[in-house]
């Protein structure tokens, strides 16, 4: 029976893993698609497109899959055509919530994110009623244990970046979008590893909310980024566990 009960929570381990992976493979094929759409599907002359396929061989999606994405969102094969859209909103304790969502069906997006907000003590609001707060910008995350700070910011700044936080176990490089591909290129080079290097939205400021308000937010922010075709949530609050 001990056998039985151990295969069956092994079993279930591998099913909670095979479905965040299957996620991650449907969204960074999403993005591959309309990164093509939109830009080309030469990756050099697409930025966008070149992230995106460089986020999926960091996921381990195969070759074959990531030249479909892209053979779908240039129209060279049948598949669906996502639209992508950014809803905007705010959380328990005010905090501002975007939401990318790439969907091919805008109509019934719209209504199923206004569920959620609405259910976990939110409001979704007009287009623009929160991006204000934030800043798109190039994130790229070192561990703080890999580089010396005033190495890390020489070459950073040498590549362009436009600051070096210091956080408790890394150091965030922030760059402009335009100048993102080059810094993480100039890190790679020197063999700086990087915790995460992606194009992000990164708030002016952030606001502070009780227990109980974050609570309720992290519930909120879990179900917006539990939907299969939202994309990425960004908000203007530090979020910790």
């Known amino acids: ?12 381990k591998k099913e909670r893993v095979d479905a965040q992976r299957g996620k991650i493979f449907a969204r960074l094929s999403r993005e591959i698609i309309v990164a093509a759409r939109m830009g080309g599907s030469d990756p050099e002359a697409n930025f966008r497109l070149r992230l995106a396929i460089s986020k999926a061989k960091e996921a381990n999606i ?27 909103g705010y959380g328990p304790g005010g905090a501002a919530i975007m939401c990318e969502v ?8 719209a209504g199923e994110i206004r569920f959620l907000f609405s259910r976990h003590g939110g409001s979704l609001g007009e287009t623009g009623c929160v991006s204000w707060l934030f800043d798109k910008k190039g994130l790229l995350v070192v561990p703080k244990d890999k580089v010396k700070e005033d190495e890390l910011l020489l070459l950073a700044m040498e590549a362009g970046a436009e ?6 176990d890394s150091f965030e490089v922030i760059s402009a979008p335009e100048d993102f591909e080059a810094v993480k290129n100039k890190l790679l080079a020197h063999n700086i590893p990087l915790i995460e290097a992606d194009i992000t939205m990164i708030p002016k400021s952030t ?6 308000e974050a609570d309720r937010l992290i519930r909120l922010l879990d179900a917006l980024e539990e939907h299969d075709e939202v994309q990425e949530v960004y908000v203007n609050v530090v979020v910790s566990g």
């Open 62 to 88: 195969p070759l074959e899959n990531i030249q479909r994405a892209i053979q779908k969102g240039s129209g060279e094969i049948a598949g669906k055509q996502y639209e992508e859209i950014i809803y905007e």
């Open 102 to 109: 790439m969907t091919d069906n805008r109509n019934r997006m």
């Open 163 to 168: 600051d070096v936080k210091v956080a408790e």
């Open 207 to 212: 606001v502070d909310l009780s227990e109980a």
């Open 1 to 12: 029976m001990s056998g039985h009960s151990k295969w069956s929570t092994i079993k279930r």
